[in-house]
């Protein structure tokens, strides 16, 4: 089945909470695995996503692109958690390694990375290229909606993202 984004978001900005719904069924998996990897714990994850998904449906008639409508949400998300860690005045905790499950057989010239390798890896990145590295992956982000999330260019990401696959590249090798 080919869902309609557009239309989707056209019926969502008309108040229709179903299509609203299904839009955010799309986007779930991908905006909670973000979360965990930015709030540190589940629990925070699942708080973060309910306030970014309420603030979307709440304000969806503000979207001006719908093209922009993935980008526009995980920045509202990006916001989001950044505001619950401050007010916590909390540091992520460290992640557990199934939570890097979705990057496991990731392989480099015939080596295999292990989740705790790359989870090391990642660490060793400041918290924003660590994101745009992680966001590119799960939710292949182009440069352009990295660079709207992040304030941006598409240049200043490409740049960012360069830089950070290098340094994970030397850190890997």
Not at 16 to 32: E, R, V
Not at 37 to 54: K, P
């Amino acid at each position: 089945m080919d869902i309609d984004i557009a239309l989707l978001i056209a019926k969502s900005k008309r108040g229709d909470n179903s299509a609203f719904s299904q839009l955010y069924s799309i986007y779930a998996t991908d905006l909670y695995r973000f979360a965990v990897y930015m709030m540190g714990s589940e629990q925070d994850a699942e708080d973060a996503v309910q306030e970014a998904v309420f603030s979307a449906w709440r304000n969806i008639h503000t979207l001006n692109d719908e093209s922009l409508f993935k980008a526009w949400l995980f920045k509202i998300l990006t916001n989001k958690c950044k505001t619950l860690l401050m007010k916590k005045n909390k540091i992520p905790d460290t992640l557990p390694v199934e939570e890097y499950e979705f990057l496991v057989d990731y392989e480099e010239e015939g080596n295999l990375i292990s989740s705790a390798e790359l989870k090391d890896a990642l660490s060793t990145l400041t918290p924003p290229d660590a994101q745009i590295i992680l966001l590119s992956i799960i939710g292949g982000f182009t440069s352009y909606e990295l660079g709207v999330i992040y304030n941006m260019t598409p240049g200043a990401v490409r740049t960012r993202q360069k830089r950070a696959l290098e340094k994970l590249k030397d850190i890997l090798a």
